[in-house]
């Protein structure tokens, strides 16, 4: 059975003067799923969601969230929208729960201030002045207050940007929680890892458009897995080979490539074809030094829709992880 659609936005459309930076967006977020937009720098993404929590009116398309016009009906939802924004905008000399209490008196039926601060791990900070919070707490006080009115639909942006790793965790599994409580969520993030570990779904926005969406392992099936080594004599000593030596395979992707004695190779079946390679070297007298064989990362995936789809943009940095390998 397919959940209902509580966002659903088709050839969305978004202009600013002559540019044009939601080029015809396609975007469903199920109830109880998390979905999580990424892109290159300048792709649209907090265009596209300003568009979903009717921040703006778009020029094309059609958005709805809850079943309504987010802009235009916006008054009928706007209380089951949560937002979590880069800067909430409180008084810095307020204390946490002034500041939550008075987030509070301006929803119809939020939930208790200590029930929201007790989500997010704040109930022991609750009489510490904003301006005294850390980085982390901060981000943390956002999103109790994005949570505050228990909303059906929850928009996360960059959550943890800027954040240590410990606190990221933290976050993540404060979000899990609202999650398991049955939110809904749009996540924007430019790590990957955050996607990874978070959505249900990724979509990958670039140039006004939604190029790639899919599961985790949908987006990275899509890629081709590589294969590379350095081949070798049995004494150790690096062996040139020319591409046109290299075994044939049955699933590859492009040309192999030969950099300075480094082989690469690009599959579409890593296991047969690994075994081919394995074959062509054994036969050959070959040793492969610094075999490695693995199937596409989603970072992998990312960069090569930032790389491939027409646009100037370059990717973002990605992730904390990112491999030198893909930076290179
Ligand atoms: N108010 C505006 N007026 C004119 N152009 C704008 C405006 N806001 C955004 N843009 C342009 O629209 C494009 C998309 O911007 P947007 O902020 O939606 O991208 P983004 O994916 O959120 O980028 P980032 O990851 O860098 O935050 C960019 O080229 C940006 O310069």
Do not use: C
């Amino acid at each position: 059975m397919t959940s209902q659609a509580l966002i659903s936005v088709s050839g969305a459309r978004r202009r600013y003067g002559s540019f044009e930076a939601v080029r015809g967006a396609d975007l469903v977020v199920r109830r109880g799923e998390l979905v999580a937009l990424l892109g290159t720098n300048g792709a649209g993404k907090t265009s596209l969601v300003e568009l979903i929590e009717g921040l703006a009116p778009a020029d094309g398309g059609e958005v709805r969230v809850l079943g309504k016009d987010p802009y235009a009906q916006r008054r009928e939802i706007v209380g089951q929208l949560g937002v979590m924004l880069q800067e909430a905008g409180f008084s810095p000399d307020l204390t946490v729960v002034e500041t939550a209490r008075m987030w509070a008196g301006t929803l119809t039926s939020p939930r208790p201030v200590a029930e929201a601060l007790d989500v997010v791990n704040l109930a022991h900070r609750a009489d510490v002045r904003v301006a005294s919070l850390s980085g982390g707490e901060r981000r943390r006080l956002d999103l109790a207050l994005a949570v505050m009115g228990r909303p059906q639909v929850l928009f996360l942006d960059e959550p943890t940007t800027g954040l240590d790793p410990e606190s990221r965790r933290a976050t993540w599994d404060l979000v899990r929680g609202l999650l398991a409580e049955g939110t809904t969520v749009l996540l924007t993030t430019h790590y990957l890892e955050e996607a990874e570990e978070l959505a249900d779904r990724i979509a990958i926005m670039h140039a006004g458009r939604i190029v790639t969406e899919g599961t985790v392992a949908e987006i990275v099936a899509a890629e081709p897995a590589r294969i590379e080594f350095v081949p070798q004599d049995a004494e150790g000593r690096l062996v040139e080979v020319a591409p046109a030596d290299l075994p044939a395979l049955s699933g590859a992707v492009g040309a192999p490539e030969v950099e300075r004695s480094r082989v690469r190779l690009r599959t579409d079946r890593l296991q047969d074809d690994l075994e081919a390679v394995l074959a062509w070297a054994r036969a050959r007298g070959l040793r492969l030094a610094d075999l490695d064989a693995r199937s596409a990362s989603l970072e992998q995936a990312f960069l090569s829709v930032a790389g491939t789809t027409a646009g100037t943009a370059g990717p973002d940095t990605p992730s904390p992880d990112a491999s030198e390998e893909v930076a290179a």
